[in-house]
């Protein structure tokens, strides 16, 4: 059975930072797309990063130069390192999955997503970022 288990959300002032770290098992992360997406109160869940099996990754440029994406193979973990954050970050953020190698993210509008559908998602955890 798949599970993702995100932690590391919280509240911060603008300017500073968090890192997020989605815990998989029952799933080998390193070995297929793995992504993060946010929702923000009232708004549509958008995709934030995605990284496929080789490491290549696709940001949305909103989060460009301010968020990393990276991996632990040995813990299978994801992370997701957000520095200089902004309120507009604020949202519940998700972890996903997907049972392939490559995310096939394309962009639109400075936005990333995925032609096809994640297959795995973790409930999330809060990010609050005051001005």
């Known amino acids: 059975q798949v599970q993702l288990v995100e932690s590391g959300g919280g509240s911060v002032q603008s300017g500073g930072s968090l890192r997020l770290s989605c815990a998989a098992s029952g799933f080998t992360a390193s070995s297929n797309c793995m992504a993060w997406f946010r929702q923000a109160p009232g708004k549509q869940r958008e995709g934030v990063v995605g990284i496929d099996s080789d490491g290549s990754t696709s940001y949305a440029d909103s989060v460009k130069g301010r968020f990393t994406i990276s991996q632990d193979n040995t813990k299978n973990t994801l992370y997701l390192q957000m520095n200089s954050l902004e309120p507009e970050d604020t949202a519940m953020y998700y972890c996903?999955?997907?049972?392939?190698?490559?995310?096939?993210?394309?962009?639109?509008?400075?936005?990333?997503?995925?032609?096809?559908?994640?297959?795995?998602w973790g409930k999330g955890t809060l990010v609050t970022i005051s001005s």
């Open positions: 996903a999955a997907a049972a392939r190698p490559v995310c096939e993210a394309f962009y639109e509008d400075g936005g990333v997503d995925f032609f096809d559908d994640m297959d795995y």
